[in-house]
């Protein structure tokens, strides 16, 4: 055969198995449903769309290249689902090209799922499990009308006391109002339950023209007005979120992770379920004294029982209840005076938290006390903070299975191997005969360990999971 007709032919099959690959890759580029985000589009992208999922990953990172598949094939299925113009897109931002995107957001690890309002980022991030039915029926969820109408305004006597409810009174749903409302109530609907209601109906309530009222947990009509301009979404959304976010938080097995990654140390009362009392006098005390410290720590409340651990940590038990305590994310620091009989004593808490920031709690471990001064009576208000000593010793973590459920521990870091989490509000029982089943709960024969002094921070372990992400630096 001659040479150059075998050459031709090979030549032939070769570029036609080239082109059909270029063509497939470029089918597929075409096809894609996820938007490439840069620092050209972005801000264009996020505005003009009710709801952004963004995915911002490193091509080198194997959670990454995991995840990839998955989100492309959940936004291919909702995009069928929700087609409306400028109601759902999915993005991804390439970190490693877009650093200033990845600064702006606080990336600290890959995969990081975020999620967008009208513009606007939403604090939480997508924790749940990575699969095309998981992150799909979150967004269903997020794509729900976040008001309840009412057709009478006796039907807002009868919502639930023990919520905290933001209540439109309108003239019309078209109204520039009502629409500003709808944008802070997409902000803010996993912190308040939004209610309104339209024309005759609201007729009562709008003497004055449109109104947006605050109602309080436990009342009843004791209802705190807006006064802003109701088309100002700024300054509405402003308003609502020093009504909606608590100052004093309760910390859970679902929240944990994500409030690590705020990065502020915990004040964190231990409390038996049962007894309110401290928790409403503490909740007083944080307001009376730590208003001005609410950008350099978090009040937390823990359920005592759930969260034996870190009392078996600091050396207490459910009988020592309840039990102040400050954790670092390096120490943690108990609160030496009687919860019950002190904790109102004027000044008392704020010095404690003071003794933080000043690092004299970590001192009088490692030296002894301070030698005795005439002490000036703490001021209430706040004087700027020092820098918080986060810094983690640490890098023990919660593993991911990644399996959809969440283990709910009660020690939160054995000593012998780490407790896995799955990021989602499905708790799933350890088999009894796994290792660290011997610590849940914890064997009333076993010797408890002495803790350090001080002791080690216990929530620090739950920081994002190096079994999840890959892990920038660490965060805390």
């Known amino acids: 055969m001659n040479h150059k007709h075998i050459f031709n032919q090979m030549f032939s099959k070769s570029s036609y198995w080239t082109y059909s690959l270029l063509v497939l890759l470029l089918s597929t580029v ?13 801000n264009n992208i996020l505005a003009t769309h009710e709801l952004v999922l963004v995915n911002f990953y490193a091509d080198w990172c194997r959670f990454s290249q995991i995840l990839a598949p998955v989100f492309e094939e959940t936004a291919i299925k909702l995009k069928e689902e929700f087609p409306a113009p400028g109601k759902l897109a999915f993005g991804k931002v390439d970190c490693d090209n877009e650093n200033a995107i990845a600064t702006q957001y606080h990336i600290t690890k890959y995969p990081t799922i975020k999620i967008f309002r009208s513009g606007n980022v939403v604090k939480k991030e997508y924790r749940g499990q990575r699969s095309p039915d998981a992150i799909a029926t979150f967004i269903r969820e997020q794509l729900r009308d976040p008001i309840i109408v009412h057709d009478s305004l006796e039907k807002l006597d009868e919502i639930d006391i023990k919520k905290r409810h933001v209540i439109g009174y309108f003239e019309d749903k078209e109204t520039d109002n009502f629409k500003t409302y ?23 309530e709008r003497t004055g023209g449109d109104n947006v009222v605050f109602r309080p947990p436990n009342t009843h009509r004791q209802d705190i007005a807006y006064q802003g301009p109701i088309n100002n979404p700024e300054i509405m959304l402003q308003w609502a979120t020093d009504k909606c976010v608590p100052l004093v ?97 004027p000044g008392l808490l704020k010095q404690f938290v003071d ?15 301070d030698p005795e001064t005439a002490p000036t009576p703490p001021s209430i208000a706040s004087e700027p903070a020092e820098q918080p000593d986060t810094q983690a010793s640490s890098d023990k ?48 024969s076993e010797k408890p360990k002495e803790p350090t002094s001080p002791p080690e921070s216990a929530f620090q372990k739950l920081k994002p999971s190096g079994n999840r992400y890959t892990i920038l630096k660490d965060e805390l």
């Not at 075409?30 to 972005?42: G, H």
Request: proline fraction near 5%; include cysteine.
């Open 249 to 345: 938080r309760e910390i859970t097995f679902e929240n944990a992770e994500e409030l690590t990654e705020e990065g502020l140390p915990f004040l964190i009362l231990f409390h038996h379920p049962d007894d309110t009392v401290i928790v409403e006098s503490y909740n007083n005390e944080v307001v009376k004294q730590l208003l001005g410290d609410k950008n350099s720590m978090n009040f937390l409340t823990a359920d005592g029982l759930k969260f034996s651990h870190p009392l078996h940590h600091l050396g207490k038990s459910s009988s020592d209840l309840p039990v102040l305590a400050i954790d670092s994310f390096r120490h943690m620091y108990i609160f030496k005076h009687d919860v019950k009989n002190d904790l109102g004593k």
């Open 397 to 444: 973590t919660l593993s991911d299975t990644n399996t959809g459920t969440e283990q709910k521990p009660d020690d939160l870091a054995s000593s012998d191997k780490p407790l896995s989490n799955a990021n989602t509000r499905t708790e799933q029982k350890l088999d009894a005969s796994s290792s660290t089943a011997k610590h849940l709960p914890h064997d009333p």
């Open 355 to 369: 003794d933080l920031h000043s690092g004299k709690l970590h001192r009088e471990f490692h030296h002894g006390p």
């Open 30 to 42: 075409a096809q894609s449903e996820v938007i490439q985000l840069t620092s050209q589009n972005i």
């Open 182 to 204: 709808r944008r802070v109530a997409s902000q803010l609907r996993e912190d308040c339950t939004f209610h309104a209601a339209f024309g005759s109906v609201s007729e009562p």
